[in-house]
T-cell receptor, first 113, second 114 residues
């Protein structure tokens, strides 16, 4: 079975400083990994995905993530935070084919001026 | 850009009543899913649906729940007799036959059971 662990429930940064949201995964085979963002009272929007191609994945709004098999990690980063980045971020793993998504518990990103 | 739509955005119902949550997936998608998110908790998988039948369901998806694709465009989730603990945000998602594709989510229906 697949699972993901998001290591921080809350992360606080100042506007203009780097963002790091940590995620570790567990999977018995090569996983597909995703980061989704949820703004308050909104749905789930895909930020980026890893599906066994390049290990460094670039997404929308300047976010990127690196798949590290040796560390079983898929951390999300952004060089410079904007106020609009304040939201809940979910690391998600999927098994083969069209199986269900398994969500992490989420990390709430707080951005202060 | 095509998107998944869900109606209603908010549904309030009394305990024991039946509710139907509706979703219109993206038109060329063939795989459909329901997830739910209880307030303050993580998103949980309920059921997946392909070729007019359930392909996988979670322990949450008991006999009170059912899904249907009645007309080739809508995808519905029915809860036969709602309980207080069914109060949650329910998300519909869909995806294409491309194995590299992600799941596209609708905006959700907030179900409140009183």
């Amino acid at each position: 079975a697949q699972s993901v662990t998001q290591l921080d429930s809350h992360v606080s940064v100042s506007e203009g400083t780097p963002v790091l949201l940590r995620c570790n995964y567990s999977s018995s085979y090569s996983p597909s990994l995703f980061w989704y963002v949820q703004h308050p009272n909104k749905g789930l929007q895909l930020l980026l995905k890893y599906t066994s191609a390049a290990t460094l994945v670039k997404g929308i709004n300047g976010f990127e993530a690196e798949f590290k098999k040796s560390e079983t990690s898929f951390h999300l980063t952004k060089p410079s935070a904007h106020m609009s980045d304040a939201a809940e971020y979910f690391c998600v793993v999927r098994g083969t084919g069209f199986q269900k998504l398994v969500f992490g518990t989420g990390t709430r990103l707080l951005v202060s001026p | 850009e095509p998107e998944v739509t869900q109606t209603p955005s908010h549904q309030v119902t009394q305990m024991g009543q039946e509710v139907i949550l509706r979703c219109v997936p993206i038109s060329n998608h063939l795989y459909f899913y329901w997830y739910r998110q209880i307030l303050g908790q993580k998103v949980e998988f309920l059921v997946s649906f392909y070729n007019n039948e359930i392909s996988e369901k979670s322990e949450i998806f008991d006999d009170q729940f059912s899904v249907e694709r009645p007309d080739g465009s809508n995808f519905t989730l029915k809860i036969r007799s709602t309980k207080l603990e069914d109060s949650a945000m329910y998300f519909c998602a869909s995806t294409t036959p491309d194995r590299e594709s992600e799941q596209y989510f609708g905006p959700g229906t907030r179900l409140t059971v009183t």
